[in-house]
């Protein structure tokens, strides 16, 4: 599936509710992204709770530890593929995390569950999310490479009791594994004697709760650094109509040096809510 577009990505999503790409990004940056993330891994603790794993580490926050996650984040392929998927039913995409994940040798298989039921609404007219995870290592059958229950997506796949087997995403460093936020999977149990480590970064619809706090993982003093395209995923953007905003403006004043200590509230519609305006502010002073 190599050198497949943006579109074709999205339609193995549609049609399976996920898919594995191998080789979307150098291994070379994916050691040096790994390399970053070697001290934080050291120094984190591992979690607690059944979700979560006893035998796991975690920690978000990757877009200020290190310079490579922002290859990951932006990727055109994936992003494109997002776009596809979730962009009828918002205004923009945002991040909804990014995450590195470690299962030390130990770990039990996660429960098989479904990232959209984080958010309580009704599912199934659109999708919420799409997630890839870049693998930091080898990802096995053995060492708790994520499973994935093909068909288990969208209306047809929540409707059906029986999930049948999993696919292991079995793949190396550079590989792209991604799935739908109603696709059923889990990382597998760690039978070896070795860590397993990845990354998963997260798109969801643009006026959801994100996740990760990301205004908290990336203040204005850091996000000053970022790219427009990566600082609007990461919050600092509006989603229209006036969602996200900053003193009634977008966020994105506060990356200026010069944002002013006060600001006027500044309408950010959707197209057909200024013609909508327009037409009764018209009528109201005619």
């Not at 591992?46 to 290190?66: A, C, N, P, V």
Request: with cysteine; proline share 6%; hydrophobic share 40%.
């Amino acid at each position: 599936m190599k050198g497949l577009s943006g579109a074709e990505m999205a339609a193995q999503l549609v049609e399976n509710g996920f898919c594995v790409v191998p080789d979307l990004l150098p291994k070379e940056t994916i050691a040096a992204l790994a390399s970053d993330l070697d001290p934080v891994f050291s120094a984190t603790p591992f979690g607690q709770g059944h979700f979560y794993g006893y035998r796991t580490k975690r920690f978000g926050g990757l877009l200020k530890r290190s310079a490579y996650a922002e290859r990951l984040v932006l990727e055109p392929t994936v992003l494109g593929a997002v776009e596809a998927i979730l962009g009828s039913a918002c205004d923009r995409i945002q991040l909804n995390v990014a995450q590195a994940i470690e299962i030390h040798p130990g770990e039990v298989r996660q429960f098989p569950h479904r990232d959209h039921d984080m958010w309580n609404g009704a599912k199934g007219c659109h999708e919420y999310l799409v997630n890839v995870i870049w693998p930091l290592t080898s990802f096995t059958a053995d060492n708790g490479a994520t499973q994935i229950y093909r068909g288990s997506h969208g209306l047809s796949g929540m409707a059906n009791d029986h999930l049948g087997e999993p696919i292991v995403a079995e793949c190396e460093p550079g590989a792209a594994i991604c799935f739908l936020g109603s696709t059923v999977h889990g990382a597998g149990a760690n039978i070896t004697q070795s860590v397993r480590r990845g990354v998963v970064i997260g798109y969801s619809l643009g006026w959801l709760k994100p996740y990760e706090n990301l205004w908290l993982s990336y203040p204005p003093d850091v996000a000053r650094a970022f790219s427009p395209e990566l600082a609007a995923l990461a919050g600092y953007a509006q989603h229209r109509p006036n969602l996200g905003n900053y003193e009634g403006q977008c966020p994105s004043v506060l990356l200026r040096g010069d944002a002013p200590e006060y600001l006027g509230a500044i309408d950010a519609l959707r197209p057909d809510q200024e013609a909508m305006l327009a037409d009764f502010a018209s009528v109201s002073s005619s």
